[in-house]
Each structure stands twice: as structure tokens, then as C-alpha cells.
Nanobody, 121 residues
Framework: QVQLVESGGGLVQPGGSLRLSCAAS????????MGWYRQAPGKQRELVVT???????NIADSVKGRFTISTDNAKNTVYLQMNSLKPTDTAVYYC???????????????WGQGTQVTVSS
């Protein structure tokens, strides 16, 4: 019903930058919350940053000041600008959306496939 397509991952050196994108597609839905989580090997999936339709933002302390989320509402797309990357940022980054299904007036979570971000020299 809703698909999240991610792009932009890759290998960068410490201190470098990457920008991830995630586009939501489908029919008869509206977005409540959209953003990014990440998961490193052997660790729990953790919040990176999300933004709500009311423009409320949640961001992890570990990335605050380095990562920025932005939106293109016409394209149902969110971006994650990652600057000053550290080796500890290495993880699979998953796009996340909580959407409202208009037909049933119910909320559901959706996840992207994930994109690998590796920060290494």
C-alpha cells in the first residue's frame, strides 16, 4: 500500500558528508511522521531523526548538530543530510514512516529497505 524507497548510502571518510533520500509512494494515505532510524551490527535499531506533519522533530543526541532532516512535500520525500560523519555512524539506515490510511482511518508503520552507510578511513 505504501512503499518507501531509499537512496544515497555509501562509503565516506571520517569528517565527510552524505545525503540520504527517501520517497514514499502509494495511494490514499497521509503521512503523520517520517524520518530515519539506523542499526549497527549487533545493536538495536535506534532513532536518528523524525519529523511530524506538525513539524515537530525528534533527534538523537548523538547526531544533533551534525545531521539535518528536510522534506519535499510535493514529492513525499525526506532527506537526511549527514555532516561530520564519524565511524560510529556506520550502520544500515532505514527510512521510516507512520502513515494514516484514509480508507480505514488507521495508522501504520512502514520501513524502507535500508541503505548502508560506512564511515571509515
Amino acid at each position: 500500500q505504501v512503499q518507501l524507497v531509499e537512496s544515497g548510502g555509501g562509503l565516506v571518510q571520517p569528517g565527510g558528508s552524505l545525503r540520504l533520500s527517501c520517497a514514499a509512494s502509494g495511494s490514499l494515505f497521509s503521512i503523520n511522521v517520517m524520518g530515519w532510524y539506523r542499526q549497527a551490527p549487533g545493536k538495536q535499531r535506534e532513532l536518528v531523526v523524525t519529523v511530524s506533519s506538525g513539524n515537530n522533530t525528534n533527534i538523537a543526541d548523538s547526531v544533533k548538530g551534525r545531521f539535518t532532516i528536510s522534506t519535499d512535500n510535493a514529492k513525499n520525500t525526506v532527506y537526511l543530510q549527514m555532516n561530520s560523519l564519524k565511524p560510529t555512524d556506520t550502520a544500515v539506515y532505514y527510512c521510516y514512516a507512520n502513515v494514516r490510511r484514509l480508507a480505514t482511518a488507521t495508522n501504520f508503520n512502514y520501513w524502507g529497505q535500508g541503505t548502508q552507510v560506512t564511515v571509515s578511513s
